[in-house]
């Protein structure tokens, strides 16, 4: 895995950073920096995203190759979009905002465009126009329809009266309770997760039968989405090998 890389600010330990549009701490203090030199300031950082979105590109530049060919933006996208996760951006947002920008809190579906696009509107605002064509604005809404497409083909068809779907980790009874599969999908379900870290094979075939005959007799289409389970840490092992 590529390091990370110190861009804008380093992410702080304690800090909750789970959506990018979170409000800056209310102790953060206010600039008093001249407006040239407040704009001075998002220019760099902005800068210093792009940069960085640049390096994770180059560093994951031979897992992106392996994607297929239909894919390939995606992986991409994601790639920038870990970068700029990598980094609080809480500070710049309301700075940005402040000079009529995007605060970059939506871009997860267009990050290299909406770097691009912020950057060009700093350089305007200075008096220093980048030069080169304009992102066109098919990058802007491809993104959001391509995210839309893989979201209903992974996660099935968006439901009708909400926008939410609802995953829900199926628990070992569900192999023995057909009953409590039917109810949890006649009340929303349309994702059942089955987490192979528990039970066995049996298990979960019975989990999923009961998924697909409750599926048909509701008339409500039910995803199945098998967990894997990933390596696990013994300490016991450890411990006995050092004579604990």
């Given at each position: 895995?590529?390091?990370?890389?110190?861009?804008?600010?380093?992410?702080?330990?304690?800090?909750?950073?789970?959506?990018?549009?979170?409000?800056?701490?209310?102790?953060?203090?206010?600039?008093?920096?001249?407006?040239?030199?407040?704009?001075?300031?998002?220019?760099?950082?902005?800068?210093?995203?792009?940069?960085?979105?640049?390096?994770?590109?180059?560093?994951?530049?031979?897992?992106?190759?392996?994607?297929?060919?239909?894919?390939?933006?995606?992986?991409l996208n994601?790639?920038?979009?870990?970068?700029?996760?990598?980094?609080?951006?809480?500070?710049?947002?309301?700075?940005?905002?402040?000079?009529?920008?995007?605060s970059l809190?939506?871009?997860?579906?267009?990050?290299?465009?909406?770097?691009?696009?912020?950057?060009?509107?700093?350089?305007?605002?200075?008096?220093?126009?980048?030069?080169?064509?304009?992102?066109?604005?098919?990058?802007?809404?491809?993104?959001?329809?391509?995210?839309?497409?893989?979201?209903?083909?992974?996660?099935?068809?968006?439901?009708?009266?909400?926008?939410?779907?609802?995953?829900?980790?199926?628990?070992?009874?569900?192999?023995?309770?057909?009953?409590?599969?039917?109810?949890?999908?006649?009340?929303?379900?349309?994702?059942?997760?089955?987490?192979?870290?528990?039970?066995?094979?049996?298990?979960?075939?019975?989990?999923?039968?009961?998924?697909?005959?409750?599926?048909?007799?509701?008339?409500?289409?039910?995803?199945?989405?098998?967990?894997?389970?990933?390596?696990?840490?013994?300490?016991?092992?450890?411990?006995?090998?050092?004579?604990?």
């Amino acid at each position: 895995m590529p390091g990370d890389r110190v861009l804008y600010r380093p992410r702080e330990r304690g800090i909750d950073h789970g959506s990018m549009t979170s409000s800056p701490p209310e102790s953060a203090p206010v600039a008093e920096e001249s407006v040239a030199e407040e704009l001075a300031f998002v220019a760099r950082a902005v800068d210093d995203l792009r940069r960085a979105v640049a390096a994770a590109e180059s560093d994951w530049g031979s897992q992106i190759a392996r994607v297929h060919p239909g894919n390939h933006d995606g992986a991409l996208n994601l790639v920038h979009y870990w970068a700029i996760r990598q980094h609080d951006l809480r500070d710049l947002q309301p700075r940005l905002a402040a000079f009529g920008l995007s605060s970059l809190g939506r871009s997860e579906s267009r990050v290299q465009a909406s770097l691009d696009a912020v950057a060009r509107a700093i350089g305007a605002l200075a008096g220093r126009p980048e030069n080169g064509p304009a992102a066109p604005v098919t990058s802007f809404t491809r993104g959001p329809r391509l995210l839309r497409r893989r979201a209903c083909e992974l996660l099935g068809p968006r439901p009708a009266r909400r926008r939410t779907r609802i995953m829900v980790t199926l628990p070992s009874q569900a192999a023995a309770d057909a009953a409590l599969v039917h109810d949890l999908i006649a009340h929303g379900m349309g994702v059942a997760r089955i987490n192979c870290a528990h039970d066995g094979p049996a298990e979960w075939a019975a989990m999923i039968a009961h998924v697909r005959r409750a599926s048909a007799a509701t008339g409500q289409p039910c995803r199945i989405a098998m967990d894997l389970a990933g390596p696990k840490l013994r300490r016991a092992h450890c411990c006995r090998a050092r004579g604990w």
